[in-house]
């Protein structure tokens, strides 16, 4: 029975925890084929930062203003206790 409420602790504090951390679910490690432009031409670093995206402007070609990846966290399954 111990072990049964343990793991449920740990599933709600994870939920919580996750809730809290939800800014940073996101990652601008994007390969520069798969960024979405999220900008228009001429836009500033901080104008792109202020929208909520990422800028990268050394690599020609691409959106330097692009979004940022969502970083999917997988659910656990068992119980790690």
């Known amino acids: 029975m111990e072990h049964k409420v343990a793991c449920v602790l ?3 504090l994870m ?4 809730s809290l ?6 990652t601008c490690t994007v390969t520069p084929g798969d960024r979405k432009n999220c900008g ?6 901080h ?5 909520g995206c990422c800028f990268d402007d050394t690599i020609r070609g691409v959106p330097w203003c692009f979004k940022p990846h969502a970083i999917e966290s997988p ?3 068992d119980c790690p206790f």
Do not use: N, W
């Open 15 to 18: 939920l919580a925890l996750s």
């Open 21 to 26: 951390a939800q800014d940073q679910a996101e």
């Open 47 to 51: 104008q792109c930062k202020e929208r």
């Open 10 to 12: 740990a599933m709600v």
């Open 40 to 45: 228009f031409s001429g836009i500033t670093p």
């Open 75 to 77: 659910l656990e399954e």
